[in-house]
C-alpha cells in the first residue's frame, strides 16, 4: 500500500510538472477592451504570418471564458508572431480610435509562455470606404493570364498625366500588392497613393512614369512572394514562377502596348515587406531586366536560405543596379542589421556606393501609411 501510495504521489507529481510545462509553453492573448460601437455577437480572430494572414481563420478565433474574456491560446512559437485582430474581415480590422490603419502588432520572444493584453481602439469598415483612384488609373485587366503560376490576376495601369497628349517613352515602375497602391476601397489597411504621389511629382519637376501594380494572391501571397519552401510558415515557395511572369510575360506585354523605355536602366520593380523581400529577388536574378528596386521593410526574417544565398543568384553581375532600402528602426530587431547585412553583400557584388540608398527612420512603421510617406522621394531617386 505505501508503494502504491509512493508511485501515486510520483505520477501526480510527474503530471503537474507536466501540466505547468504546457502552461508555460502557451501564449494567451486576451481582448482586454472593445470599441463601444462593437456589434453584439462580432466574433474576433487573430490574423498573423502564422495562418497567412487569414481574416477568418477558425483555428485563431477568440472565445469568450466563463468572466466573459475573450481569449485565444496557441502553442509557443520559435519565431516572432506579427498580427492584427479582425472581425473576421480584412474590412473590418482593429484601428486607433479615429478609423486610421494602425501597424501590425509584433511579438517577440515568443518561446516562453505568456499572457499578451489587447486593447482594440476601433474598427475598419467598408462602408467607409470610398473609391479614391485618380482619372489616370485604369484596369489593365481583371483576369490577366499567369501561365506560370496557372492562374490569373487583376492588374492595374497608372499612365503619366501627358501619357495621352505626347509621344514620349516613359520608365515604367512594376509594384506588388496592387490592392494597395491606388484605392482606399481596395486596399488592406489604407493605399499607397501612388497616383496622387506620381501626379504630385510631374507638377513639380515634369517626371513621371507608368506603374503597372499586381493584385497579390490572397492566401496565395507568401507562397508567390518567397522563392524557396519555408517549413516554419509551411508555405511552398512559387517565388520563382512568380518572377518570371513578371520579367517573361508581363514586361514584354506592357513594352508591346505602351510606350515604354525598354531598358533595365528604366524598370523598377518595387514593394514592401514580403514585396519588397521579392523585389531584392527580382533585381538579382534579372538584374538586364529590372534594373532598380524599392525595397521597403523587407521581410528579410522569411528568407529560409542565407542572405549571401539569396543574393548569389548565378552569380549575376548587378555592377549598374540601384537599390533603395526603407525601413523603421523599431519595426523589428533584425530589420536594420539585416538590412546592413544585404548593403555590405550588394557592395561586395560590385554595387557602386552611391547606387544604394539605406533609409532607417526612428519613427517608421510596418504600415501602409509609412510607406505611402517614404514613397515620393523613393521614386525621385529611382527615376534619376
Given amino acids: 500500500m505505501k508503494i502504491n501510495c509512493f508511485i501515486f504521489r510520483r505520477l501526480f507529481s510527474i503530471i503537474s510538472i507536466l501540466a505547468i510545462a504546457i502552461m508555460n509553453a502557451q501564449i494567451t492573448f486576451k481582448i482586454t477592451h472593445i470599441p463601444q460601437n462593437t456589434k453584439q455577437n462580432s466574433r474576433f480572430f487573430l490574423a498573423s504570418n502564422l495562418n497567412n494572414w487569414k481574416a477568418d481563420n477558425s483555428d485563431f478565433e ?23 485582430i479582425t472581425r ?3 474590412d473590418l480590422s482593429e484601428t486607433d480610435e479615429k478609423g486610421n490603419s494602425i501597424s501590425n502588432r509584433i511579438l517577440e520572444n515568443t518561446e516562453k509562455g505568456q499572457t499578451v493584453e489587447l486593447q482594440i481602439q476601433g474598427w475598419s469598415s467598408s462602408k467607409e470606404k470610398k473609391h479614391t483612384t485618380t ?14 503560376l496557372k492562374t490569373t490576376r487583376k492588374i492595374w495601369i497608372y499612365l503619366p498625366p501627358d501619357y495621352e497628349n505626347s509621344k514620349k517613352k516613359y520608365p515604367v515602375v512594376y509594384m506588388h500588392d496592387g490592392q494597395n497602391l491606388f484605392d482606399d476601397f481596395t486596399s488592406f489597411s489604407g493605399e499607397w497613393s ?6 504630385e511629382i510631374f507638377k513639380e519637376t515634369g517626371k513621371s512614369a507608368i506603374v503597372i501594380g499586381i493584385d497579390n494572391g490572397g492566401e496565395k501571397r ?8 519555408n517549413e516554419k510558415y509551411k508555405t511552398t515557395g512559387e517565388g520563382d514562377l512568380y518572377v518570371e511572369f513578371l520579367a517573361k510575360t508581363l514586361k514584354p506585354y506592357i513594352d508591346k502596348t505602351y510606350r515604354t523605355e525598354k531598358q533595365a536602366s528604366k524598370t523598377i ?11 531584392l529577388y527580382v533585381s538579382a536574378k534579372y538584374p538586364n531586366v529590372f534594373g532598380k528596386a524599392g525595397i521597403f521593410s523587407p521581410a528579410f526574417w522569411f528568407v529560409s536560405k542565407d ?12 555592377k549598374n543596379s540601384k537599390f ?35 533609409k532607417i527612420d526612428e519613427d517608421g512603421t510596418h504600415s501602409e501609411s509609412y510607406w505611402k510617406r517614404e514613397l515620393k522621394a523613393s521614386l525621385i531617386w529611382l527615376l534619376n
Avoid: H, R
Avoid at 194 to 199: A, I, K, Q
Fill in 324 to 358: 533603395y532600402f526603407v525601413a523603421g528602426k523599431n519595426e523589428d530587431e533584425t530589420m536594420v542589421p539585416e538590412i546592413e547585412s544585404v548593403d555590405k553583400l550588394l557592395l561586395k557584388k560590385s554595387v557602386p556606393e552611391k547606387n544604394i540608398i539605406v
Fill in 88 to 90: 473576421g474581415s480584412w
Fill in 62 to 84: 477568440f472565445k469568450k471564458n466563463s468572466e466573459g474574456i475573450y481569449t485565444l491560446i496557441i502553442p509557443s512559437q520559435t519565431q516572432k508572431i506579427e498580427y492584427k
Fill in 269 to 279: 520593380i518595387l514593394g514592401s515587406s514580403m514585396g519588397g523581400l521579392i523585389s
Fill in 135 to 148: 482619372s489616370n488609373v485604369k484596369i489593365l485587366s481583371e483576369k490577366f493570364n499567369i501561365p506560370q
Fill in 194 to 199: 501612388v497616383d496622387e504621389t506620381l501626379n
Fill in 222 to 229: 507568401l507562397a508567390e512572394y518567397s522563392p524557396w519552401n
Fill in 307 to 318: 542572405l549571401n544565398q539569396y543574393l548569389n543568384i548565378n552569380k549575376n553581375n548587378l
